[in-house]
């Protein structure tokens, strides 16, 4: 985990130092993913003009409409995906890719699907400039999922359908789990789909706020 790290400074450790501990505080327990996020860089995810309040615990704007996710989000969703022991996890809504950098730290192989071009572009340049090689990114409608790259052991939703996408539901392997916001604006709720046989069970974590899975790639 900290070889994939390598190269990058300490610019911003004890904010981060500070940003994990407020996670322990708000109930994150996985030593995992709290040593992943203390180690991340966040603030290289947004632009330089919100660099300074990367690690408030807050979702921020990443243009195009389209924010990153707060911490807390982040470090839940990953917490619950990790619960199945995932080698190989899709995420929909790459956004500014932090959440599938943390992700990539944390398992094999990471597939992440953006709907906005032009963001698509933006964290592949990041990614290769951090070095996470175990992720792929494309630019496609992820309600649609990534059929090619499928099966996943996981998979992470971080925009709200009204309704789970069929095709989600079909590219997650036996045993796997989801964690997906579902709902519209206002009463969303983060749930956790488990996949057993062909029966998916459906536990509904907390309440959610979410922008929502739109159709179509933009
Ligand atoms: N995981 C992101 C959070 C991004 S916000 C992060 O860590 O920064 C949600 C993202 O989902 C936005 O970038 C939005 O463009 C994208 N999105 C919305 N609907 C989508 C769809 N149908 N397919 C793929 N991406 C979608």
């Known amino acids: 985990m900290h070889s994939r790290l390598s190269g990058i400074g300490m610019t911003s450790q004890r904010t981060r130092d500070r940003m994990v501990q407020r996670l ?44 990153i996710s707060q911490p807390y989000t982040v470090a839940r969703m990953t917490e619950a995906v990790l619960a199945c022991a995932p080698r190989k996890v899709l995420e929909v809504g790459t956004g500014s890719g932090y959440q599938a950098a943390v992700l990539s730290l944390l398992v094999d192989e990471v597939c992440t699907v953006e709907r906005i071009d032009a963001l698509v572009r933006q964290v592949r340049a990041r990614f290769r400039q951090l070095g996470l090689r175990n992720i792929r990114v494309k630019h496609s409608d992820g309600s649609w999922g990534w059929e090619t790259q499928g099966p996943f052991d996981a998979i992470v939703v971080t925009a709200a359908p009204a309704e789970i996408p069929a095709a989600l539901l079909a590219q997650l392997a036996d045993g796997g789990c989801m964690v997906i916001p579902v709902g519209e604006r206002g009463s969303q709720t983060l749930a956790r789909i488990t996949r057993k046989g062909n029966v998916c069970e459906r536990e509904d974590l907390e309440p959610a706020s979410f922008v929502p899975l739109l159709g179509g790639a933009g």
Do not use: C, N, W
Not at 35 to 45: I, Q, S, Y
């Open 24 to 67: 322990r505080e708000q109930g994150i327990g996985d030593a995992r993913v709290l040593e992943v996020m203390g180690k991340l860089p966040r603030h290289l995810f947004v632009d330089e003009a919100l660099a300074s309040r990367a690690y408030e615990d807050t979702a921020l704007p990443i243009g195009f409409g389209q924010t």
